[in-house]
């Protein structure tokens, strides 16, 4: 089936309508989940997800906007038909445009043949493999919670009324485990995770081992007193801080007024070691792709660099709102919604100091393992709270596992106290971020 030329007709038919400007998005999608404990599975699950979203826009700036998972074409008359008199209760505004064609856009690598060549077995045993990477790196670890492999393929389709066509297809695939350490009555999680475009990248030793020394590095664990000292979060750790900056720097957050950073673009922001990039087009992003969700071509774009506010992430609308020109940041989650403003691949620069360097630098300090409760934290005015667990670090050496701690404060703040960066940049996901070590900040204990 041609998605683009089922695009195409979606939005002539939205001309012959009326339509002031019409775009139709298309998307096709299988995945596959496998679940594993005590080296049975226990979950495999194939899904499916086809459909088509089409937005209008009148010629008073009015849009509506409708979607449907039948797109065959005599169903796609009904589906236009309902974003047309859907455009009738929305009000005019004159920022709703769809984008130009976005020009010659660059070859990207962004699906690996061998994710769904393999057999299904392949993927169960590793799914296995990482189990059993965990089960024998550490007699401690007795029992597991899942060990997953999980990969996806999807196809888009975009095409609108200026004349933008743009097809492409994408996939992924992961693995990650959670298993549980015992000793002496005291039991501890871990977590391993690794993803990648390609299936050869996958490591199921490396990603089971991890999640076994997350979890045997907090056996007896004990509570601690507030204490004044230096910080340390680890790459996975320093991805969750991310989750309070990202809605953040959207520019539709800055122009409500829900933003912490309205009206600090030129101004510093965070220690000057720190750079925060989007890149939509990174070698081997889980977010990579020529275009956005509204066909603007992908970028990159330093957000903030060596600790200035440099800009904001825009969609097509709040662009056209703020006088700038979109960053290729019109994400869309689904065929079902329009495009938001959202991430792509973000993350935080790697430094140039050695992990075991900057770790062997702190005399009394936390290395954190995990935290809870980021979700709570306020993205208008960065103040947050949270728990952590993890390791005492006394002269450069971990010493004493911790737990029933916290640490609060503000984002900035925080940011601005970083005085050192890794060089040892991961990702999870499409975020990543190096190992940070923030100099001095309250840990309050019991």
Avoid at 28 to 34: A, G, K, P, Q, T
Avoid at 322 to 344: D, H, I, K, L, Y
Wanted: aromatic share 6%; charged share 20%; with cysteine.
């Amino acid at each position: 089936m041609d998605y683009l030329e089922l695009a195409h007709h979606a939005v002539r038919e939205a001309g012959k309508r009326g339509a002031h400007a019409a775009e139709a998005y298309i998307i096709d999608s299988r995945s596959l989940l496998v679940e594993v404990a005590d080296q049975a599975v226990e979950t495999l699950k194939f899904a499916n997800d086809t459909g088509v979203g089409v937005r209008v826009v009148t010629a008073d700036g009015r849009v509506g906007f409708a979607f449907a998972t039948d797109i065959a074409v005599p169903s796609l008359a009904a589906i236009v038909g309902q974003a047309i008199a859907n455009s009738a209760g929305t009000f005019p505004d004159r920022h709703n445009l769809l984008p130009p064609p976005a020009g010659e856009l660059p070859r990207l690598k962004l699906l690996d043949p061998a994710i769904a060549a393999a057999p299904v077995e392949d993927k169960i045993a590793l799914a296995k493999a990482v189990e059993a990477a965990a089960r024998g790196a550490d007699a401690r670890v007795k029992r597991t919670e899942r060990c997953v492999y999980e990969d996806a393929e999807y196809g888009v389709a975009l095409a609108n009324s200026h004349g933008l066509a743009v097809a492409y297809r994408a996939g992924y695939c992961g693995l990650y485990g959670v298993v549980l350490a015992e000793e002496d009555g005291d039991v501890q999680a871990g977590m391993g995770l690794g993803y990648a475009r390609d299936l050869a990248a996958l490591d199921a030793g490396d990603v089971g081992r991890e999640a076994a020394r997350e979890a045997c590095l907090l056996l007896g664990a004990k509570e601690t007193g507030t204490v004044k000292a230096a910080v340390v979060l680890p790459p996975y750790v320093a991805t969750n801080f991310l989750s309070v900056l990202i809605p953040a720097l959207g520019a539709d957050a800055v122009q409500k007024g829900r933003s912490l950073f309205a009206d600090k673009v030129g101004r510093k922001v965070a220690s000057p070691l720190l750079s925060l990039i989007d890149d939509g087009r990174l070698d081997g992003g889980i977010a990579t792709a020529p275009v956005d969700g509204e066909g603007v071509a992908t970028r990159r774009t330093e957000l903030i660099g060596g600790g200035v506010l440099n800009g904001f992430l825009y969609n097509t609308y709040t662009a056209s709102r703020g006088g700038a020109a979109s960053t290729g940041n019109g994400v869309r989650p689904s065929f079902r919604s329009m495009p938001e403003v959202g991430a792509t691949n973000i993350f935080l620069a790697a430094g140039e100091t050695p992990r075991d360097a900057l770790i062997a630098g702190v005399r009394d300090g936390l290395y954190v393992t995990s935290v809870m409760g980021m979700h709570t934290a306020n993205p208008i005015s960065g103040e947050f709270s949270v728990g952590v667990t993890g390791v005492w670090i006394k002269d450069g050496e971990f010493t004493q596992p911790v737990r029933g701690v916290a640490i609060a404060g503000n984002i900035l703040d925080i940011l601005g106290e970083v005085d050192a960066v890794g060089d040892d940049l991961r990702f999870f996901g499409s975020q990543g971020a190096p190992t940070l070590r923030i100099g001095k900040i309250t840990i309050s204990g019991a």
